[in-house]
């Protein structure tokens, strides 16, 4: 049963890049934390015990990120709040038109999250549907959402196995990271590839 739910969730992803009149754009949000990212480490044998530091923290900052599937290109932006659909309204009007091109719809695929559904962009979205339309990943399944790969590539390229004394030190290292990726990117259109 569980095989058969993946092969139907896959289908519903597995074409969408290959739709001649459209161009896919794959959308997520994530969150980063100050607090300890610990991956194997390497200890020299005449160290007994290592001292690894962290804040005592559970501060996150949280990002609206999308990244264009022809040339890998990232469009982020902090949110500073909770995720929400106004917050969503405000990051989905200039990714329409950093995204736009002539002639070509763009299909942005995103999860089932309720502010995706919300009314305070319901009228948006439908005045630009010919143009920019949201593609609804199935329920439950993030591991079909290619983002959530940039999310932790990005843990583990910034994050991880460092200390971070506090939330704006975080919010440094991984924009640092995601401003390299704002242009064409061969690592991220690889990696959200889902073709």
């Known amino acids: ?26 959308y997520g949000r994530g ?43 990232l469009v982020f932006r902090r949110e500073t709040g909770q995720f929400k659909g106004a917050s969503f309204f405000q990051f989905l009007q200039p990714l329409r038109r ?20 919300g009314r305070v962009h319901k009228a948006w979205r439908e005045q630009w549907a010919e143009q920019f339309v949201l593609d609804f990943l199935p329920p439950y399944s993030p591991e079909l959402n290619p983002i959530e790969r940039v999310w932790k590539l990005t843990r583990r390229r910034c994050l991880h196995n460092r200390y971070f004394a506090d939330l ?7 924009e640092n990271e995601f401003t390299g990726w704002t242009t064409r990117n061969e690592t991220l259109r690889r990696l959200c590839a889902i073709i």
């Not at 950093?98 to 559904?117: E, F, K, L, P």
């Open 168 to 174: 704006q030190d975080v919010i440094t290292a991984v």
């Open 98 to 117: 950093a995204s736009r091109a002539a002639g070509r719809r763009v299909a942005v695929i995103t999860d089932n999250a309720s502010y995706h559904h």
């Open 31 to 73: 969150a980063f934390s100050a607090a300890r990212s610990r991956c194997q480490m390497w200890v020299p044998p005449e160290v007994k015990d290592p001292v690894l530091l962290h804040a005592p923290t559970r501060k996150s900052v949280g990002y609206f990120g999308a990244v264009r599937l022809r040339d890998g290109r």
């Open 1 to 26: 049963m569980a095989t058969q739910n993946a092969r139907k969730r896959t289908k519903k992803t597995s074409g969408l890049d290959a739709r001649p009149k459209d161009r896919s754009v794959v």
